[in-house]
């Protein structure tokens, strides 16, 4: 990490403090090491050596920092590694993916793929005029708009979807792109004090944490907005009949705690399930919850070795997942975070799962008598449009190197327009049986082959 990172890095790892018990990768839940190899790369990580297993394997989960008993920050030293091997390296060519300013990024593919009015709420909230208060909608809503579309939740704020704000930098962060996520930090306090904003309300917790604590603590970027969690703010407006719940929904759920509500910790995960209650769901717990939540399978591909391997390492892990949500017993799995909603839902396509999956917001407007997809055929579509996109993005990479990543914002135009003749001839295949068997068959014929091995099993 660069001097100006360590200046404003009260989150860094605490080396004076670290007694390389190596307790923090012992008791990981994704990774369980032996303790004599915990220690070993703890020392590893420590010395910028890399290490066999954490810089591997890890799935950027966030919870080694909640193991560690001297509140080393762990995690932070394992960002900081990654970042060293990013600036040697560059990104995976997948990684494009999810890079929303660049070509074939899911954003644009997946815009293809939408309907006329989904196109057009997207387009509202990238166009708006910014208010005094905003709903920062987020990248990821951006590929469900229908799960928050027209609700009449809209009412209270301004919503704001601008892509290029990269979630300010949520995603990146999690992938050790270090110096990109101060970059995206001063793009996006640019903007909002440009556009005068007030108060803040983002949509997803992990953009609330980075705004009041990853960019100010870490990257020294302070926002002057007044930052408002969106969950909190819901569940007052329902606590004080704002809101008002007219059905109680008979549903038993299980809930997902993502990766970044372990960095909020008990206030993202308590109301989160406040939440689920107030629409009168029952919750089944899952054997992993809160701080040892496992992965949806999206911070698998953190932890990169082989370009190829990136989507079966991210759904082996969402696999395990949805087998713990089944185990509960409960009819649907539960996230709110809108990142972990498309994973798990092209999981459960590919894996054939029983469970329904929704976004918690979709069962809060069900509650509200609000107009949902209950029969969800609209998540099973965008499944299959993101299972499209992973596919393409898996082909055209044996094409790509490793890339750096430079351009930050739209400026001008967004993407070039351009037919994709072929990705659109690939999602037809999947629109029939056939396609989609012959797929599912393919695709678990090779993920024994090509996940990435755990060595030390
Ligand atoms: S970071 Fe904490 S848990 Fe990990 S080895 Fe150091 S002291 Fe132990
Ligand atoms: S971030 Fe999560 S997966 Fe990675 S080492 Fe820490 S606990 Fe394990």
Known sequence: MDKASNEHNAFSFNEAACEQCGECFHRCPELHLPIDIAKQEIKSLR??????????????????????????????????????????????????????????????????????????????????????????????????????????????????????????????????????????GKKCKHDLDQWKVKTIVPFLDAVEHMLTTVQPEEMGTCFEQEVVNFNQWLLKKIDDNEVLLVKKLDLTVTLHDNCFSKAGGAPYWDTARKLIQTTGCRIFEMAHIRENSLCCGFGAGASWNHNVRIPFDILATSRIKLNEAEKTGAEALVTYCGGCLYLLWAARELFQSELKIFHHIELVRMAMGEDIDTTQKLHVKRAWDVITVITFHLMIGFFQKPFKIKKLSFEEEKWKDKRHVFFRLLRKVFDTKIGRYAYRKIFLFLLPRLKTKKTFD
């Open 47 to 184: 010395k910028g050596q890399g290490g066999k297993f954490v810089l591997q394997h890890c799935t950027t989960c966030f919870s080694c920092n909640h193991y560690c008993p001297n509140h080393c920050h762990p995690y932070q030293l394992i960002l900081k590694n990654w970042n060293r091997i990013y600036k040697n390296r560059g990104a995976p060519p997948i990684y494009r993916f999810i890079c929303p300013t660049m070509e074939n990024s899911i954003f644009q593919m997946l815009e293809k793929l939408m309907s006329d009015e989904e196109r057009e709420l997207v387009d509202g909230w990238m166009n708006q005029a910014p208010g005094e208060t905003i709903l920062l909608i987020g990248n990821f809503t951006h590929l469900y708009p229908f799960i928050l579309g027209n609700s009449r939740l809209l009412n209270y704020f301004t919503p704001v979807d601008l892509l290029d704000h990269w979630e300010v930098g949520a995603t990146l962060y999690q992938g050790g792109y270090l110096d990109v996520v101060r970059s995206i």
